[in-house]
């Protein structure tokens, strides 16, 4: 059976899938209601919201855009925390809607500062622009203690990216005091993609309904607004909610907390059963993601390991991003994965290693200056 371990969209259990054989109802009609409004107020419990949770038709870039276009005004001051290529994104967004973005950086595979954060706020910003968790480089964000920080010394609108984190991390929406978070189908709910799910403040709301917002279709004031009717503004990706509402069943089955546990549990088996063999994890171990792992593997390696895992193995994994493309395999763990999938692709990748490279990788993690270039660099699949 195939191991498949990349970082999205993910392995989608059979019930899930079946799900979406669900015949078509009109959007304006009793029963889409009911789907609905069944659906949304159980997002809440994800994100730790008692407050509005809108589905979006489109990916999470999408959301991203209609959290920028629908909060951000021209001229906004927004500071962008990045711990790389997804930081680096959501800034490009805020840039491409007029806000004027201050960058503060990590290098990759690390994290910055909370004290650094605090200091930069000082200079007066709308929005500071957060990921919970760096799909690129296997890292997890503090939220917590960021979020805390940012809460003591700014007013300002806190936005944050929780797509590769939603239903493995526990979030705290309404206690963090966050003002939108964006998440989506295709990962860690492990459903098909074509839903982004967004976490909005009564004061986002307001905000978003303030003259200037900057898009029609992803417009988040329309969409609260005809949440409130029970429906969507426009047609929805109804399979995908189908496929959302039997996923959170199985969730809601679980419990929501054992959810968050089992997924820092697979996490730490990948990271043990990858050290075990000698192979070198990239973050340091308090904040290692608990839904993505970055393994390093000896320079040159990481592309032709990858083939040989999916050629010889029926394994499949993401690849490094831009500079960290043939140094860096990413496994994804994220949604209903057994720990048999961490431990079998963990020794795949040893294998491979031994068949050819002469030996596991061993060594300092890559180097993370010049990481942060990585534009146009989307050549191979599995690059989410
Ligand atoms: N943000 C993060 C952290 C991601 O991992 C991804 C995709 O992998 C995105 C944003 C973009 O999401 P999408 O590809 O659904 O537009």
Redesign the pocket.
């Known amino acids: 059976m195939r191991n498949y371990r990349v ?2 969209p993910v392995e989608v259990p059979d019930g899930t899938l079946a799900a979406m054989t669900t015949r078509m109802i009109s959007h304006r009609s009793d029963g889409f209601r009911d789907l609905f409004g069944g659906i949304a107020p159980r997002l809440g419990a994800l994100f730790g919201t008692a407050g509005t949770v809108l589905p979006l038709t ?7 855009e209609a959290v920028a276009a629908s909060l951000l005004r021209p001229g906004d001051r927004v500071l962008s925390v990045q711990l790389g290529y ?2 680096e ?2 800034a490009e967004i805020a840039e491409h809607h007029g806000a004027v973005v201050d960058v503060l950086a990590a290098p990759w595979g690390q994290v910055v500062d909370t004290a650094l954060i605090t200091e930069r706020l000082a200079a007066g910003y709308d929005a500071v622009l957060l ?6 480089t296997g890292v997890v964000a503090p939220l917590r203690a960021w979020a805390q920080a940012i809460r003591a010394v700014s007013d300002c609108l806190i936005l944050v ?5 939603l239903a493995a991390v526990e979030i705290g929406f309404d206690e963090l005091g966050l003002d939108a978070a ?1 998440g ?1 189908t ?2 860690a709910l492990a459903c098909p ?1 074509g839903l ?1 799910l967004v976490a909005v403040s009564e004061r986002a709301l307001a905000r978003a309904a303030e003259p200037g917002e900057g898009s029609y279709y992803l417009s988040l004031a329309r969409a609260a607004e005809h949440a409130r009717a029970g429906t969507t503004t426009y047609t929805p990706a109804l399979s995908v909610l189908y496929a959302l509402d039997t996923a959170l069943a199985a969730i809601e089955k679980e419990g929501v907390e054992a959810v968050w546990e089992r997924h820092a549990r697979t996490a730490r088996r990948c990271r043990d059963a990858l050290r075990a063999r000698g192979l070198v994890v990239v973050p340091d171990e308090a904040h290692s993601s608990p839904t993505v792992t970055a393994v390093r593997l000896p320079a040159g390696g990481a592309v032709r390991v990858r083939e040989a895992l999916a050629a010889e193995h029926d394994t499949w994994v993401s690849s490094g991003r831009g500079p960290w493309k043939d140094e860096v395999l990413r496994i994804g763990h994220m949604g209903p994965v057994e720990p048999a999938g961490v431990d079998a692709c963990a020794a795949a990748i040893a294998a491979c290693l031994d068949g050819s490279a002469g030996g596991p990788a061993a060594g300092a993690p890559p180097a993370a200056g010049a990481a942060l270039d990585v534009r146009g660099t989307d050549g191979a699949d599995g ?2």
């Open positions: 970082t999205g489109c990916s999470g870039t999408g959301g991203l997804f930081g994104r959501f990921t919970h968790n760096e799909t690129s990216d929780v797509v590769s984190s964006v989506v295709q990962k993609p982004s690059l989410g």
